[in-house]
């Protein structure tokens, strides 16, 4: 009932060794701190970055490398697409991922991959990975320990923190996430908010129908199973486990608790 492959399809996982040995789909955000002390590497460096501090002309990154982009020629097609764009003297520089000035990254621990775009007044904090073809969007707030997919979208204003996206999550507006995991192609409409910390003293209690079981964390947010989608300003209560193709109706509130494939909460 509360297996990994209940919520979650871990073939094209990049980080499927984060989910070996756990019991419970929540069971992952213990592991993630030491997961991303254990996977990310201090991957900028530049003298032009200064913890905080807004960058002051747009860079890209390629090869391992991060280089001024003012000579260079950017298109910003669709991003999760492969669409974005990066030619230098005339050749297209393949898999360059581009940090628009005016970005704030704080401590050297954010790793990216190809054509990844993070846009001006975007504020990252170490540790973060983000994946490949991956966009995090202007005014967006990765707190630290954000674990990013491939072609995933953090968009404008939403907020993330201790927190997992899979493949193709997207949370394009006005969200917030804290201590949660999307699975593969969950969608959150705009003004989506995972609550994750209880009124009440101790740990966040996983309601299911045959108990309910100490998660061990003192902040739980949403489990969302692959495929889920929620609606405009939805909100999910602390320890709220959606198995895949759920939808949360706009306005609704999520009670904690474990909700079967398919089921619409209205």
């Known amino acids: 009932m509360l297996t990994m492959d209940s919520f979650f399809d871990l073939s094209d996982c990049p980080f499927a060794d984060l989910f070996n040995g756990c019991v419970y789909p929540w069971e992952p955000l213990k592991k993630l701190k ?11 460096q530049h003298l032009c970055l200064a913890d905080g501090v807004p960058l002051p002309s747009p860079y890209i990154f390629l090869n391992g490398k991060l280089r001024n982009a003012r000579e260079c020629i950017i298109s910003y097609g669709d991003i999760t697409r492969g669409g974005l764009t990066v030619w ?16 704030v990254l704080m401590g050297r621990n954010i790793n990216i991959g190809k054509g990844v775009l993070i846009e001006s007044g975007a504020l ?7 994946g490949d073809y991956s966009e995090i969007r202007q005014g967006a707030y990765l707190r630290g320990h954000c ?15 201790h927190s997992i996206f899979f493949n193709d999550a997207k949370a394009g507006h006005f969200a917030y996430l804290g201590d949660s995991i999307l699975g593969n192609n969950v969608n959150l409409g705009a003004g989506t908010k995972c609550a994750n910390l209880r009124f009440l003293p ?3 209690v996983v309601k299911t129908p045959v108990g309910s079981l100490d998660s061990g964390l ?7 199973g692959d495929n889920t989608q929620t609606g405009c300003n939805a909100v999910t209560s602390p320890g709220t486990l959606m198995k895949p193709d759920c939808i949360l109706m706009p306005n609704t509130t999520a009670a904690a608790g474990l909700y079967m494939q398919k089921t619409v909460i209205r």
């Open 34 to 44: 030491d997961h991303m002390t254990l996977y990310t590497t201090p991957a900028f």
């Open 88 to 103: 230098e003297n005339g050749q297209i520089l393949e898999g360059a991922s581009v940090i628009m000035a005016g970005a």
């Open 124 to 130: 990252i904090k170490a540790p973060a990975i983000i």
């Open 147 to 161: 674990l990013i997919g491939r072609r995933c979208v953090v968009g404008h204003t939403t907020e993330c923190k």
């Open 202 to 204: 101790g740990n966040v």
């Open 218 to 224: 003192r902040k739980l947010g949403a489990i969302m």
